[in-house]
């Protein structure tokens, strides 16, 4: 079993239907501020999509990490970050797909603004753990600015479990996936 493409396709979809959400407000309510930790949608999805290029970057060994974090240009619209969300997400899966047993102990090295040769490094695993947790918080949080708009918040939670397939169907139906991950 790869924990990490199960928790990939989970990401996938979890983005997949809050954005399909957010895709339905304005674009006014989109940027409108809210309480939180970014204090719009708009900032906080951008974030979660900036963060998500820098370390796939990182994971995938390209050493442009550092210029590719600081010449991100937001989206504008709710649809443009999820097309662009969708193919990050589609990035993250390819590159669990490829990992063997062992890889998530190899090394990855990251440039924080000194160069990469003075970046921490970390192995994979933490690296996708971290990713994961980073993808969760965040949509946790435009989950709950989603509350305060006339959009229902959409259930995030029932992708991993087996049992819960009933609740994913539509979900793996629109990617053409089939269970099991």
Known sequence: MNIYLIQARANRLANRR???AVAT??????HAPRTSFFPSLAL???HVLNVDHYYLAALEGDVAMRSIWASYAP???ATELAARQDVSDERLIAFCTGLK?????GIVAFDRGAGI???????????LAHLFMHQTHHRGQAHAMLASTSVKPPQLDDFILLGDDKHR???MAGLGWAEPV
């Open 25 to 30: 407000l304005s674009d006014a309510d989109f």
């Open 169 to 171: 169907v539509a979900d």
């Open 101 to 105: 047993p062992g890889d998530d102990e």
């Open 75 to 77: 989206a504008q619209t």
């Open 117 to 127: 040769e003075a970046g921490p490094r970390e192995p994979v695993g933490r690296v």
């Open 44 to 46: 906080t999805l951008n």
């Open 18 to 20: 809050l954005l399909a």
